[in-house]
């Protein structure tokens, strides 16, 4: 079976420093990969989507990156993080093919 | 340009009784529909989802309905359970397209 995993699941970070999170997808090849944003009572809003290693698709402007390293790993980056950054950092992934998007358990950052 | 609104923010329900949750859309282009649970500090979870060509799909407790020419989705659970108590996002996308627009959200409480 599939599963996905995100780390940390909470961060505390300074503005202006940097940020890595990660996310990995078992069970499953060549998956589409998405990193969404929700702030605090708001939707989820899709930042960043792949379809495969080293394709990034940015769907908003803003101060963050994404990277694709290996077909099942998704990372989530910024060199200087603002306050505005703060939210609640969802990755999901789906199947070839598929039409449902499944979430992993989602990183809480507060920057302060 | 919010293609998928949820206008209801809450919604308290007595327990056994039908919880509805509507979701309207803006682009006609959308085929394939989706309704996501999520619970605080968690990934949201899949529930259910009905493809423009169909009018109604249900899934035990679970049922949404279609209506194409008033742009027009909705959830309907009954009998509802304390467990419903959630936020519902709902989602739409234009199959091929890779990536899901999603709704707002609507927090149901489910009263004893």
């Known amino acids: 079976s599939q599963t996905i995993h995100q780390w940390p699941a909470t961060l505390v970070q300074p503005v202006g420093s940097p940020l890595s999170l990660e996310c990995t997808v078992e069970?499953?090849?060549?998956?589409?990969l998405y990193w969404y944003r929700q702030a605090a009572g708001r939707g989820l809003q899709l930042l960043f989507y792949?379809?495969?290693?080293?394709?990034i698709s940015s769907e908003v402007p803003q101060n963050l990156s994404a990277s694709r390293p290996q077909d099942r790993q998704f990372i989530l980056s910024s060199k200087k993080l603002l306050l505005s950054d703060s939210g609640f950092y969802l990755c999901?992934?789906?199947?070839?093919?598929?039409?449902?998007?499944?979430f992993g358990p989602g990183t809480r950052l507060t920057v302060l | 340009d919010q293609q998928v609104k949820q206008n209801s923010p809450s919604l308290s329900v007595q327990e056994g009784r039908i919880s509805i949750l509507n979701c309207d859309y803006t682009?006609?282009?959308?085929?394939?529909f989706l309704w996501y649970k999520k619970y605080p500090a968690e990934g949201p979870t899949f529930l259910i989802s009905?493809?423009?060509?169909?009018d109604k799909n249900e899934d035990g407790r679970f049922t949404v309905f279609l209506n194409k020419s008033a742009k027009h989705l909705s959830l309907h659970i009954v009998p509802s359970q304390p467990g419903d108590s959630a936020v519902y996002f709902c989602?739409?996308?234009?199959?091929?397209?890779?990536?899901?627009?999603f709704g707002q959200g609507t927090r149901l409480t489910i009263n004893p």
């Open positions: 999901a992934w789906r199947g070839r093919g598929w039409d449902e998007q499944f």
């Open positions: 069970g499953t090849s060549n998956p589409n």
């Open positions: 792949s379809v495969g290693i080293g394709q």
């Open positions: 682009n006609s282009m959308f085929d394939y």
């Open positions: 009905i493809s423009s060509i169909k």
């Open positions: 989602a739409a996308e234009i199959q091929g397209a890779q990536k899901l627009v």
